[in-house]
C-alpha cells in the first residue's frame, strides 16, 4: 500500500520559532511537493522537488525553505513562523515522467499548524 | 494571475442526478495535463480523472468523466448518478513543464453537496 507519511497530524509553535515540516514518501517517487491549504484559495504551491537536492519555487515561497537530502524525505522549514502561516500543509508525491504523463500525485495526511 | 480558475465554490446536486463542475485554465504550454481530485470531509486526497493536452477523447474513469474543450481552455469534471458519498470539495488540477520537473498547480475547489 502507497504511502505518504507526514511528521505531524497538528502543531502548535509561537511566532518566531522554526518549524519543521516532514514529509516521507515509500513509493521511490522522483516528485515531491508541498502546499498550503486554506478555505477559499484552494492548494497553494509552496515549493516542489524533482531530485535530491534540487527544489524549485512555487507560488508562495516567501517565508519558507525546503530541503531533500534523501529521495523519500522532503522538509519544509519556516526560519520564523508568523501567525499568516496558520495553515494546513499537505505533501504530496508523484512519479517524475513526463508532462503528459497520467502521474498522480498522492498526498500525506496533512499537518494543521498554528502559530500563536 | 489565477491559473486554475473553479469559478463554483459550492453546487448542490439531488441524488442519481449528474452534475458538472466547471474549471477553466491558462498556459502557454502546448503539452500539460489536468487532474481532478475528491477531498471528503475526512481530508484526505484522492485521485479521480486525468486528461492530457493532446488526448483526442475525453477522459472516462466510472461516473467520472472529463469535459474536454481544448479551445476554450475548459476541462469541466462531469459526475453521473451522484451518490451521497460524492459529497466533498472537488479540485481541479493542472501540470506543466517547467525549467526543472513538473509544477503542479490547483484551484481554489468547489465543494458539492449531494441531497437525499
Known amino acids: 500500500d502507497v504511502k505518504v507519511t507526514q511528521s505531524s497530524r497538528y502543531l502548535v509553535k509561537r511566532t518566531g520559532e522554526k518549524v519543521f515540516l516532514e514529509c516521507v514518501q515509500d513509493?521511490?517517487?522522483?516528485?515531491m511537493f508541498w502546499y498550503r491549504q486554506d478555505p477559499g484559495l484552494g492548494l497553494r504551491l509552496i515549493y516542489f522537488?524533482?531530485?535530491?537536492?534540487?527544489?524549485e519555487k512555487g507560488d508562495i515561497p516567501e517565508g519558507y525553505s525546503v530541503s531533500r537530502e534523501k529521495k523519500e524525505r522532503f522538509s519544509l522549514i519556516l526560519e520564523s513562523a508568523s501567525t499568516n502561516q496558520t495553515s494546513m500543509y499537505l505533501c504530496?508525491?508523484?512519479?517524475?515522467?513526463?508532462?503528459?504523463?497520467?502521474?498522480?500525485?498522492?498526498f500525506g495526511p496533512g499537518t494543521r499548524l498554528t502559530v500563536l | 494571475a489565477q491559473k486554475i480558475t473553479q469559478t463554483q465554490p459550492g453546487m448542490f446536486v439531488q441524488e442519481k442526478e449528474a452534475v458538472t463542475l466547471d474549471c477553466t485554465y491558462d498556459?502557454?504550454?502546448?503539452?500539460?495535463?489536468l487532474f481532478w481530485y475528491k477531498q471528503p470531509s475526512s481530508g484526505e486526497m484522492i485521485f479521480l480523472i486525468y486528461?492530457?493536452?493532446?488526448?483526442?477523447q475525453n477522459a472516462t474513469e466510472g461516473r467520472y468523466s472529463l469535459n474536454f474543450q481544448k479551445a476554450r481552455k475548459s476541462a469541466n469534471l462531469v459526475i453521473s448518478a451522484s451518490q451521497l458519498g460524492d459529497s466533498a470539495m472537488y479540485f481541479c488540477?493542472?501540470?506543466?513543464?517547467?525549467?526543472?520537473?513538473?509544477?503542479?498547480?490547483f484551484g481554489a475547489g468547489t465543494r458539492l453537496f449531494v441531497k437525499a
Open positions: 504530496a508525491s508523484s512519479l517524475l515522467g513526463t508532462t503528459l504523463s497520467g502521474n498522480e500525485q498522492f
Open positions: 513509493m521511490d517517487h522522483e516528485n
Open positions: 522537488s524533482y531530485d535530491v537536492k534540487m527544489k
Open positions: 498556459t502557454s504550454d502546448p503539452s500539460y495535463g
Open positions: 486528461q492530457g493536452s493532446y488526448d483526442q
Open positions: 488540477a493542472m501540470r506543466e513543464t517547467n525549467t526543472g520537473g513538473f509544477k503542479t498547480i
